[in-house]
T-cell receptor
Framework: DAGITQSPRHKVTETGTPVTLRCHQT?????MYWYRQDPGHGLRLIHY???????DKGEVSDGYSVSRSKTEDFLLTLESATSSQTSVYFC?????????????FGPGTRLTVL | GENVEQHPSTLSVQEGDSAVIKCTYS??????FPWYKQELGKRPQLIID?????GEKKDQRIAVTLNKTAKHFSLHITETQPEDSAVYFC?????????FGKGTRLSVIA
């Protein structure tokens, strides 16, 4: 597996609380992505980054923010968690842009919002 | 933006038979088409990919075909084995991040 870790791996929180998920890579890849996976919806892109401090929105970005202050770390924040954000969150990395290079996934974070 | 449709959503085959999963895409600018396998509780793993300058690619029991004119691509698994049971995702990308299909749950019955 590519050098990607996610923390925490499991989290249970309550509605209205802030939550931050961390993705860390040791591959020095330029591109990093956050996806959520829900039954019947596959993998949907939340936000992605194409460099330090450079980020853009994905298909399902409402309610999420991201930050990338170092090449190796990409943070996903839920400012005020809702039950609809209960999901499995995957981070992914790639050396080049979408159509030019393979994309590899981290182990995932299972988030439950009560 | 890109839209990827994947069929079927579930597929059951007898061990030793072949399995075919089909995907269509909408953006003619897409030029990269990977396939991922996800076992229960695990991360998606890249198993094979194809680029738009190639019509077919094979890796042991797995093959992918691409028809750019019709905007569809397919995954073929021959001589299926119980360990092939998983969810398979297709995806497409050009200048933008990968867009994924909704997945196919493949069950190989021994």
């Amino acid at each position: 597996d590519a050098g990607i870790t996610q923390s925490p791996r499991h989290k249970v929180t309550e509605t209205g609380t802030p939550v931050t998920l961390r993705c860390h890579q040791t591959e020095n890849h330029r591109y990093m992505y956050w996806y959520r996976q829900d039954p019947g919806h596959g993998l949907r892109l939340i936000h992605y980054s194409y460099g330090v401090k450079d980020t853009d929105k994905g298909e399902v970005s409402d309610g999420y923010s991201v930050s990338r202050s170092k090449t190796e770390d990409f943070l996903l924040t839920l400012e005020s968690a809702t039950s609809s954000q209960t999901s499995v969150y995957f981070c992914a990395i790639s050396a080049l842009a979408g159509g030019e290079n393979e994309q590899f996934f981290g182990p995932g974070t299972r988030l439950t919002v009560l | 933006g890109e839209n990827v449709e994947q069929h079927p959503s579930t597929l059951s085959v007898q061990e030793g038979d072949s399995a075919v999963i089909k995907c269509t895409y909408s953006d003619s600018a897409s030029n990269y088409f990977p396939w991922y396998k996800q076992e229960l509780g695990k991360r998606p793993q890249l198993i094979i990919d194809i680029r738009s300058n190639v019509g077919e690619k094979k890796d042991q029991r797995i093959a992918v075909t691409l028809n750019k004119t019709a905007k569809h691509f397919s995954l073929h698994i021959t001589e299926t084995q119980p360990e092939d049971s998983a969810v398979y995702f297709c995806a497409a990308a050009g200048n933008t991040p990968l867009v994924f299909g909704k997945g196919t749950r493949l069950s190989v019955i021994a």
